[in-house]
């Protein structure tokens, strides 16, 4: 018989961020451990709207507010990739745990920061990719494991979606912005958990949007072991659509069809001299089921990728910048 003892995770959101309902109120929707009680906003009449709206019962007049409400055990945190690591550590020395949107940081230094301050208060802070938290993140990692390839020689993950929109903050250099930060960053994160190492980036090429900010952004990596990778991500490019992830190895060939979003829609082939094969997972919207795993681990399960993770994606996002002549975000 389930506890029914146990009060949901309370949670308060920082901003009033247009990605919200997907990732986190329509989740805690879903889920009886979870409930959203707050929000604050730098505009307090918008965050008033934006409570109106999704049905939030509290809005506070500013961040530091929110952060000071006893009544919330835990902070969404989905502002501009320049505000992540300050407000997400002030919220940890609050003591609220963190849910923080991805990229975690502007660079690696600011993530190092982050995972410094999860660490010393002992509480939880999650990056949110969501997407490694569906069932079929689990399923691409064993197959690579499996031995069915063979000897795996060339893991790839490519992410090109079409965002025309100037003023978007994805374009902003003040706030973090950038292909390989937005798009880039999921791209990394999936050869990661496809190879379980650490890449080095030999080689990077963009194309601009404005000094400094990468529209598109291709590089070329390399493992201790020999095998190689590779990442191709943009907001605005020829390819207009193109969400996929591929494993070479000496015997076969695994492809995926939108690792990102399975929910929605997704091709698993694995190719093979035995044949081809074609899987298909099924699973809870991703968002949902990040959010049953951040409450898990505020809970005491262990966290499944920690900041030290998250770190690590930094690094490699800061290293691509270097190889391709840009600064790092944030400097």
């Known amino acids: 018989m389930a506890d029914t003892t146990v009060q949901p995770l309370r949670i308060g959101i920082l901003g009033a961020a247009r990605i919200t309902p997907m990732a986190l109120l329509r989740p805690a929707r879903r889920l009886s451990e979870a409930v959203v009680v707050a929000v604050a906003a730098r505009d307090e009449a918008r965050a008033a709207a934006f409570a109106k709206k999704h049905g939030i019962p509290r809005v506070h007049s500013s961040y530091e507010a929110l952060l000071a409400d ?41 993530a190092q920061s982050m995972a410094d301050a ?88 963009h194309r601009g949007f404005g000094e400094q900010i990468d529209r598109w952004m291709t590089a070329d990596m390399e493992f201790t072991d020999g095998r190689t990778g590779k990442i191709t991500c943009a907001l605005l490019s020829s390819t207009l659509l193109k969400v996929e992830a591929v494993v070479r190895g000496d015997r076969g060939t695994l492809h995926v069809t939108n690792p990102v979003a399975p929910h929605l829609f997704h091709r698993v082939t694995v190719q093979t001299e035995a044949g081809r ?20 681990a505020v809970r005491g399960e262990p966290l499944r990728w920690g900041p030290d993770d998250a770190v690590a994606n930094m690094r490699v996002v800061d290293a691509v910048y270097q190889a391709a002549g840009l600064k790092r975000r944030g400097t």
Request: net charge neutral.
């Open 277 to 296: 094969r074609r899987v298909r997972v099924p699973g809870d919207a991703t968002y949902v089921c990040q959010l049953r795993d951040f409450v898990a």
């Open 118 to 205: 999860a660490r010393v208060t002992g509480l939880v802070m999650m990056e949110a990719f969501h997407w490694r938290h569906h069932p079929l993140a689990g399923l691409l990692r064993d197959i690579v494991v499996s031995g069915e390839l063979g000897t795996v020689r060339h893991i790839e993950a490519t992410m090109c979606i079409p965002l025309p929109l100037r003023n978007d903050i994805r374009y902003r250099w003040d706030l973090g912005g950038g292909a390989t930060m937005d798009t880039g960053c999921y791209t990394i994160s999936i050869v990661r958990h496809l190879a379980g190492a650490e890449p080095a980036v030999v080689r990077a090429e």
């Open 70 to 110: 006893p009544e919330i055990d835990a902070i969404y945190n989905p502002l501009p990739n320049s505000l992540h690591a300050e407000w997400t550590i002030r919220a940890l020395r609050a003591g609220k745990h963190v849910l923080c949107e991805k990229p975690l940081a502007s660079n690696a230094d600011e």
